[in-house]
């Protein structure tokens, strides 16, 4: 045996009670380490380069030798440990030939009957006076949605805005238009839709219902909480509207589990109570939190302080995530639900998310935009639906966000989970959608660090959890 040495951007190891975690980086897997295994590993990190003499000095007379050589060889093989052999490549440099969508997102209005302070949509009407999405437009979408991944099984047309409610007569063409055309070529499709909930009737919570929308409802939190930031044009709060409308559609719709979006910002951050509110109280199935770190108006951001306040609030909300899940109970906590989902698969992401390779979405104009945020945003779009996709300026994008030779994440330990952070949180930040997400680092490792203490607790006493409640979740496509 040659020297060998650790390779520190490889692994990574989290306490969890009286067990020693090993976080593999590169696979985004978790291993129990052992007694020989735990030594082995503190051998390398103590000693540097590790020879034969090394070995035997250490653990002669205190384990067997071929236990010894086969702990050895097992950190070789994960590229823990190297012998001196080329590694392993992690992710492959991404080179982007077809754009294999599955999802296309329609702005189908640019207006909105609410004018939320902290909103990010730089393209933002009211209802009256927004962009309207052409009917032309929408089905060009989905013919370039069809033409680009013509192998599909399945797909999903997201409607959003402003306010999608308020331009339910081209929803309503749509999806008489998908239901007819996708059937007729063997594909299923779905239908996705977020919105603030203030236009829901009991006629459309039934049109939804027959045509299984997956529904997402915009909300802060309790009265207090939501009515600072979420107002209607002319100034009101609108939580009474919310929140009886949100009511009325948990009471009346089936089809599928409906879940709340909030949006923390400066003087919204307790994260427990507005979970309580909209989980306990008014019933949806999944609250998920996102944090405003970057918008226009630097009243609405979360300073440092705060968002560590809500990272605090949201352990505080794992904790009880956790002994939920220890019960076999799943208390609707998204965010926890999608790290958990992420550990359990061994998820290890080139890319932060699939926008602008499995995801486009179309603008009132028909430009191509990488996510539903950009629309209407100062970004360059990447070609438009009547003449197709800009393959050279879309693959350059994101073959060059994907490449981390010069950037901080080549060795951080959540490079595969976190993968430079959102496009749009950049592009809002730093002005460049290329600039990795450098002000969450922090919070966000010490975010899966606790993900991995609640999920090998789960996995440890009641593994059945992830069978009940994450897989179905991710076979249902969250």
């Keep these: 045996m040659g020297e060998l040495r650790l390779i520190e951007r490889n692994v990574h190891e989290v306490a969890v009670d009286d067990r020693r975690m090993l976080f593999h980086v590169p696979t985004t897997s978790l291993f129990e380490l052992d007694g020989l295994s735990g030594a082995v590993l503190d051998l390398f990190r103590d000693a540097g380069p590790v020879s034969a003499s090394d070995v035997r000095r250490c653990f002669d007379g205190r ?50 009957n609410l004018s939320c302070s902290y909103c990010y949509k730089e393209d933002l009407a009211t209802p009256a006076e927004g962009d309207r999405m052409a009917f032309e437009t929408a089905k060009n979408s989905i013919e370039l949605l069809l033409s680009e991944s013509p192998d599909r099984d399945r797909y999903n047309i997201v409607f959003f805005g402003g306010e999608p409610l308020s331009n339910m007569a081209l929803i309503r063409d749509v999806v008489a238009h998908a239901e007819e055309l996708f059937p007729a070529r063997g594909k299923q499709v779905d239908f996705t839709l977020t919105t603030n909930a203030t236009l829901l009737t009991e006629e459309l919570v039934d049109y939804f219902d027959a045509h299984r929308f997956g529904l997402t409802v915009s909300m802060d939190g309790p009265k207090a909480l939501h009515d600072r930031n979420r107002k209607t044009v002319g100034g009101k709060g609108s939580y009474d509207v919310v929140a009886a409308k949100a009511r009325m559609l948990l009471n009346r719709y089936r089809s599928r589990p409906v879940g709340a979006r909030v949006t923390l910002t400066a003087g ?62 799943n208390i609707g906590f998204s965010n926890m639900h999608q790290l958990m989902t992420d550990l359990h698969e061994g998820s290890s992401k080139a890319l932060p998310c699939g926008a602008g390779v499995g995801m486009l979405a179309v603008d009132k104009d028909g430009g191509l935009n990488l996510c539903h945020r950009f629309t209407g945003s100062e970004l360059d779009t990447f070609g438009t639906v009547e003449d197709g996709i800009d393959r050279t300026n879309l693959s350059r994008f994101i073959e060059d966000r994907a490449d981390r030779t010069h950037v901080d994440c080549g060795t951080c330990r959540i490079r595969n989970l976190c993968s430079g952070g959102c496009y749009h949180e950049s592009y809002a930040r730093y002005s460049d959608p290329m600039h990795p997400t450098y002000h969450y680092c922090d919070l966000m490792r010490d975010w899966v660090d606790f993900g991995v203490g609640v999920y090998s607790r789960i996995m440890a006493h009641n593994p059945a959890f992830f069978e009940t409640y994450v897989t179905p979740r991710r076979a249902n496509g969250k």
């Design 63 to 112: 384990f067997p030798p071929q236990d010894i050589v086969d702990a050895i060889q097992d950190l070789i093989d994960l590229d823990i440990v190297n012998d001196g052999r080329p590694l392993k490549p992690e992710q492959p440099p991404i080179k982007i030939q077809n754009f294999p969508l599955t999802t296309i997102v329609l702005n189908v209005n640019t207006g909105c």
């Design 268 to 329: 919204v951050t307790d994260v427990v109570r507005i979970w309580d509110h909209l989980f306990n109280d008014i019933g949806f199935h999944e609250v998920g939190f996102s944090p405003v770190t970057a918008g226009d108006i630097e009243l609405f951001n979360l300073n440092g302080a705060e968002l560590a306040e809500v990272f605090d609030g949201m352990k505080r909300l794992g904790r009880l995530y956790q002994d939920a899940a220890l019960e076999n109970r």
